[in-house]
């Protein structure tokens, strides 16, 4: 890694790493590149040209960002600020990952912010006269309590207010940003040691026990197919007609999804025999305690079809049946929230899920917003001082036969973090305690 004083750059396209001690001011065009990480300790002032931060690569500021020129951040890309970020004019086109610690103000009455990929952003956020959009699955997550936006948005925005509350959908981000701040998924989370009772004669029995620890549900999938291609697959055994596969169709005053936005829909009617699937990407459900499916629907029920939702477990090679439709769900203008128990399928490496669609020329199946989120599973680990005491239980029970410390830990699986905590059992050295209290 080479290193730069402050203010001065060996030109301004950097194709390796590079270290700029202190304050940094750019006044001409910035270009990070070929995967390369720029880190500026100090503060970054541009004024002059434009920053691009080419694919793969990194731009960090340790400092804060106070920018009047265009920003871009290509796929791949990451900028990360390590204080705030200022716009005060030009524009902010992010296909790559921002993540910014402390306070994002843009007060630019012209600037806009087109965000395409996902943003962290630590303190408060907050818009003057500019303009901000997302698109769709892509998500913002503000921790800050004055956020003001407005734009337009197809993404999703979470005003998480604390680590705790966070439902990420893009978990290496959210770890990452955890990382720069020291934090982790269980910095929100508490967890408590009581014994019952705390004062026991030698031999008799402890009731120990572990509360508190709720892992916040994380997002695995969010799709609302608002765009023109995602990453879902669509694919039929039988296609009587073009309407009758799986395809998008926009919102309109005859159908409507839940949001009014685009939505997938086979349209059997008129068609004759359909047999189509709409595939979810690859989904990991290690780590997780549960799972859920839930999705916005209007399935037109005519009588002989078959609307399933199919898990596969095995890279596709078989698929199992969760649940089917025999009514009519939801309706034109009034898509029904459904949900989906998927508990059974927790633990799993790979997980794909599809929509299938069997009829003859009977009506329609619409579907749209589906999410599938989890709850992360918890491993608990008791010990003692003195030692000689060991537990996975979550509430073990224990007959000291000298005062005793038990530290509890619980783990969640899913974020790779945990929290401990402590409670002591005194025991009665002098009396022994009455037959049948030692098994009560």
């Keep these: 890694m080479f290193v730069l004083g402050s203010g001065f750059a060996l030109g301004q396209t950097y194709s390796s790493d590079y270290t700029i001690s202190g304050d940094y001011t750019t006044v001409n065009p910035l270009v990070v590149q070929n995967g390369a990480t720029l880190t500026i300790t100090g503060n970054l002032t541009a004024s002059g040209g434009s920053i691009d931060i080419k694919s793969g690569s990194t731009l960090i500021v340790e400092g804060s960002l106070s920018s009047n020129i265009d920003i871009n951040i290509f796929s791949g890309a990451q900028l990360i600020v390590y204080t705030n970020v200022d716009v005060h004019g030009g524009n902010i086109v992010s296909h790559g990952d921002i993540i910014v610690l402390g306070n994002f103000n843009m ?103 572990a509360d508190g620890f709720t892992p916040s549900t994380v997002t695995l999938l969010d799709e609302g197919f608002n765009l023109a291609t995602n990453k879902w697959s669509v694919y039929s055994t039988n296609k009587a007609g073009y309407y009758s596969e799986w395809s998008l169709w926009n919102s309109s005053s005859t159908i409507q999804s839940n949001d009014n936005s685009q939505f997938y829909l086979s349209y059997s009617s008129y068609y004759g025999a359909t047999t189509t699937f709409l595939q979810s990407p690859e989904i990991n459900t290690q780590n ?32 199992q049946t969760v649940q089917t439709y025999s009514s009519t769900m939801g309706g034109l203008t009034n898509f029904q929230k459904s949900t989906v128990d998927l508990d059974s399928y927790v633990g799993n490496a790979s997980l794909y899920i599809r929509f299938k669609y069997d009829a003859w020329d009977d009506y329609y199946w619409a ?66 305690a009455p037959f049948f209290s030692k098994f009560s």
């Design 288 to 319: 997780l305690g549960s799972l859920s499916l839930e999705f916005y629907q209007y399935f037109r029920h005519a009588g002989g079809e078959i609307a399933a939702i199919q898990v596969s477990t095995d890279n596709r090679l078989t698929w």
């Design 107 to 209: 007060t630019s009455s012209s600037g806009t912010l087109k965000n395409n990929a996902n943003m962290i952003v630590g303190g408060d956020f907050t818009f003057g006269n500019g303009s901000f959009s997302t698109h769709d699955n892509q998500q913002v997550y503000l921790f800050g309590n004055n956020n003001t936006y407005p734009g337009y948005m197809d993404g999703t925005f979470n005003n998480a207010g604390n680590l705790g509350n966070l439902h990420d959908n893009n978990i290496d981000l959210y770890k990452q940003y955890l990382a720069l701040t020291g934090a982790t998924a269980c910095s929100g989370l508490t967890l408590t040691a009581t014994a019952t009772p705390t004062t026991v004669y030698s031999g008799s029995y402890t009731q120990l026990k």
């Design 367 to 432: 579907i749209d917003n589906v999410k599938v989120t989890g709850i992360p599973d918890v491993q608990y680990s008791w010990t003692s001082s003195p030692v000689g005491f060991t537990s996975s239980d979550q509430n073990p029970t224990d007959n000291p036969a000298q005062t005793t410390t038990y530290t509890v830990t619980a783990t969640d699986l899913f974020n790779s973090c945990s929290k401990s905590a402590n409670v002591t059992v005194n025991v009665n050295p002098d009396t022994e």
